[in-house]
């Protein structure tokens, strides 16, 4: 199964679309992880029509979209927690692991945007995944979004940046 991992669009207040490579590659991933800061419905919507399956939450800008703060799925084996990680930037991962922890077990992968920065790292025994921006919306420099094959309980990452 591919999974497309996005977060921080921030479309409209703060970037226009998302770049038409990193739009390939949510088209055709059998399942779409988006964590927050859609920044709109309407972008919200333009993902929705993207994705062929959607797990999304809402960001610290989302209030009005309707989506949960936490969302837990399970794909291919592999339990994902999915969460904004709202906050300062120190403590992100704390405040990640804790929500992974609290929804699941250290065995599932949290995801989180928030920092617009991609992250892959183990903390605290628990494998947390941060995609950056899919639009590379500032503070971020370039668009950034990860990808993942995952089977039988495997899990494998890619990243990509333009």
């Known amino acids: ?20 490579s990193f739009r390939e590659r949510i088209e055709v991933a059998d399942h779409v992880i988006h964590a927050g800061d859609f920044d709109s419905k309407g972008a919200l919507a333009d993902i929705r029509h993207m994705a062929a399956e959607l797990t999304a939450v809402s960001g610290n800008i989302d209030p009005q979209i309707g989506l949960p703060e936490r969302a837990t799925v399970e794909l291919g084996g592999v339990t994902f927690v999915v969460t904004h990680g709202t906050g300062p930037h120190q403590g992100w991962a704390d405040r990640v692991a804790t929500a992974v922890r609290e929804a699941a077990d250290s065995n599932a ?24 921006s899919v639009t590379g919306a500032s503070p971020a420099d370039r668009p950034t979004m990860l990808t993942a094959t995952v089977e ?8 990509h940046q333009l």
Do not use: K
């Open 1 to 20: 199964m591919d999974v497309a991992l996005i977060s921080d669009s921030h479309i409209p207040s703060r970037e226009h679309e998302i770049p038409p």
């Open 152 to 159: 039988d309980g495997s899990l494998d990452v890619a990243q």
């Open 109 to 132: 992968i949290g995801v989180a945007g928030h920092t617009h920065e991609q992250t892959d790292i183990v903390y605290e025994g628990v494998w947390l995944l941060n995609p950056g």
